[in-house]
């Protein structure tokens, strides 16, 4: 048996899709527990229970003990396009690692690395990771338009299902519409009842807690208890309408902190290599860090962001208290 482990958001789920119609074999599929990017011991097990012969971790920056671990128990190998760094005895494919540059998304790795035409499932990865942020006159912005024509809302309209499913914290919907999409076209989706659902009750909870945002000079800070999955969702949202500022948002997931941190003002890349290399649990890409923090980590973690965000000329004492008081 060959097993696909995935990220949860609409390029991951893409990704597999993409991966399994190139191979044009069956797979089994898993995503971590959503919110941690590395695997759990329940993680763990489960893949374990798998028994697979094969493993492909598609658009995941996992720790070296994980990345390690998923070799002990099979054939492994990594395609991805996030910050990281090459682990020795690990086949991966990723053109960050390589000097090649940032690629907006997994998909659009795939679609290369297979010499594959531009399609539907590939420009779901790309809206769904950079689509947020493009301004009206960016050439990949302006190349899915020009893909897509006058059905270009209606695509992004179905990403954003694609992208909802998550947000429940239901690994199962995430492995539902997967499969959903291997067996169905794209815009498909914006007709399945199973799918669309969710989008109410998410955005209304999202209206709700984004009325918790605190605003100092340079700094946006929210911290939200909601049991959905919309801290990324939160800290996006800030980042598309305060690109200059640093946009923070934490949220409680059990009994860890899932910490976000968005800003256009310089490169983050750095700060999530050396994150890594402090033992967190952290992955990002160039305007963004995200990490899952037991309790005892909070403390030294936001002294990490302190002292980089320090380094570049920015502070980030205004909201120091209010860390400390976690």
């Known amino acids: 048996m ?102 907006p998304s997994n998909t659009r790795v795939l679609t290369e690395l297979f010499s594959l035409q531009h399609s539907e499932l590939e420009y779901v990865g790309l809206f769904g990771d950079t689509g947020f942020k493009l301004k009206e006159d960016d050439p990949l912005l302006m190349e899915m338009k020009e893909f897509f024509g006058q059905s270009f809302n209606n695509f992004r309209k179905a990403v954003k299902i694609i992208d909802l499913q998550y947000k429940t914290g239901e690994r199962e919907r995430v492995i539902s519409i997967l499969k959903f999409l291997l067996r169905n076209p794209v815009f498909s989706v914006l007709t399945s009842k199973e799918f669309i659902e969710v989008e109410t009750l998410i955005e209304e909870e999202k209206e709700r807690e984004f009325k918790r945002l605190k605003q100092f000079d340079s700094i946006n800070f929210l911290f939200t208890p909601s049991k959905f999955r919309i801290v990324s969702d939160l800290c ?42 402090r033992g967190f649990f952290a992955g990002g890409k160039k305007e963004v860090v995200g990490a899952v923090l037991d309790r005892n980590q909070v403390s030294e973690y936001f002294s990490l962001l302190e002292d980089f965000i320090a380094s570049r000329g920015y502070s980030l ?10």
């Open 317 to 326: 004492k205004q909201i120091a208290p209010i860390i400390q008081g976690f």
């Open 2 to 103: 060959k097993l696909i482990i995935h990220h949860w958001d609409a390029d991951g789920i893409a990704s597999a899709v993409i991966y399994t119609k190139v191979k044009d074999e069956k797979f089994q599929y898993f995503t971590p527990e959503i919110g941690n990017y590395f695997l759990g011991e329940k993680d763990r097990k489960a893949i374990l229970s798998y028994h697979p012969k094969e493993i492909i971790l598609l658009d995941m920056s996992l720790p070296v003990q994980d990345l390690q671990f998923l070799n002990s128990v099979a054939e492994f190998s990594v395609i991805d396009h996030h910050q990281g760094k090459k682990v020795k005895g690990i086949k991966v494919f990723n053109p960050a690692l390589d000097g090649k540059g940032e690629y």
């Open 236 to 277: 996006r949202k800030l980042y598309a309408a305060f690109p200059d500022k640093l946009n923070i948002v934490i949220g409680l997931q059990g009994e860890a902190y899932n910490f976000y941190l968005r800003t256009g003002l310089f490169d983050l890349s750095p700060l999530v290599k050396l994150a890594k290399e």
